[in-house]
């Protein structure tokens, strides 16, 4: 009886349904955090008479056939980009991207990373840093004695000095967007790298065409809604109870079969 795998293929992919809705939900409240997606696709179907055969030696063909489906397997989980609002934090190291792009980190072996947590904060030697430690590029730092700091929407980072009337600049920001976006891969830390899905980075200037600007003293927070996400776990706890209930009948099938004289 196919029905007792199928079901079983059913229930396999609502339980990646709802690790991933699990995972929505747990960073609900990360900065900067897109929520993903389960999506899914019909398995092989089994040809008991196939569509088009022909039905007799006088030419007539079968219009619809016999195809049994044996389940469902996971295709991939998606992440929606969508823009999360933005929060007033009111911190001078905290920068938020309007539009598209992602702030690009160094990594310690070397490789960029990029991310749109801009949670940043300064290092002993005054450069510019996400919460691990890891400087963000282009470096930027921020010399001794600077008494206010100023990130204007094109990323230009000026520093008004103790006894200094005019502000100085010390460095530039710049953004990455990428052709598919949504294949980087994800390595935790709010961080992501490239892959050949995502396709290479291009860089400029914030504010630019096709680019977000950089707004200081906010954070962008998650794009999880968490009455969608609840509403999807109701829906996918009631698909895999089905699957489970299509187990029980077919196993009572199979029991009843067996019983006959």
């Known amino acids: 009886m196919k029905a007792l795998s199928t079901a079983a293929t059913g229930m396999l992919a609502q339980q990646l349904n709802i690790d991933t809705i699990a995972n929505n939900i747990a960073?609900?409240?990360?900065?900067?955090?897109?929520?993903?997606?389960?999506?899914?696709?019909?398995?092989?179907?089994?040809?008991?008479?196939?569509?088009?055969?022909?039905?007799?030696?006088?030419?007539?063909?079968?219009?619809?056939?016999?195809?049994?489906?044996?389940?469902?397997?996971?295709?991939?989980?998606?992440?929606?980009?969508?823009?999360?609002?933005?929060?007033?934090?009111?911190?001078?190291?905290?920068?938020?991207?309007?539009?598209?792009?992602?702030?690009?980190?160094?990594?310690?072996d070397g490789?960029?990373?990029?991310?749109?947590?801009?949670?940043?904060?300064?290092?002993?030697?005054?450069?510019?840093?996400?919460?691990?430690?890891?400087?963000?590029?282009?470096?930027i730092t921020i010399p001794q004695g600077a008494v206010d700091v100023s990130i204007n929407e094109q990323g230009e980072v000026s520093v008004n000095l103790d006894g200094q009337a005019a502000p100085?600049?010390?460095?530039?920001?710049?953004?990455?967007?990428?052709?598919?976006?949504?294949?980087?891969?994800?390595?935790?830390?709010?961080?992501?790298?490239?892959?050949?899905?995502?396709?290479?980075?291009?860089l400029s200037t914030p504010g630019a065409d096709g680019y977000g600007s950089i707004i200081q003293g906010f954070l962008e927070n998650s794009n999880v809604s968490a009455v969608s996400e609840i509403t999807a776990m109701i829906a996918a706890q009631r698909a895999y109870e089905l699957n489970s209930q299509v187990i029980q009948t077919a196993d009572e099938m199979l029991q009843a079969a067996g019983n006959l004289r």
């Open 27 to 108: 960073n609900l409240n990360t900065t900067g955090f897109k929520r993903q997606r389960a999506e899914f696709q019909d398995l092989l179907y089994q040809n008991i008479e196939r569509v088009g055969a022909n039905s007799s030696d006088a030419g007539t063909v079968v219009p619809s056939g016999i195809q049994i489906g044996v389940g469902v397997k996971a295709a991939g989980v998606y992440r929606i980009t969508t823009q999360g609002a933005l929060q007033q934090t009111s911190n001078q190291f905290d920068l938020a991207i309007s539009g598209k792009g992602y702030f690009r980190i160094s990594l310690p």
């Open 111 to 139: 490789q960029d990373a990029f991310t749109r947590a801009g949670s940043f904060q300064i290092d002993q030697q005054g450069q510019l840093v996400n919460p691990s430690g890891y400087i963000v590029q282009p470096a």
């Open 168 to 202: 100085q600049q010390v460095g530039q920001l710049d953004l990455a967007i990428f052709a598919n976006e949504v294949g980087l891969e994800a390595i935790g830390s709010n961080l992501f790298v490239e892959s050949q899905a995502s396709g290479p980075p291009n």
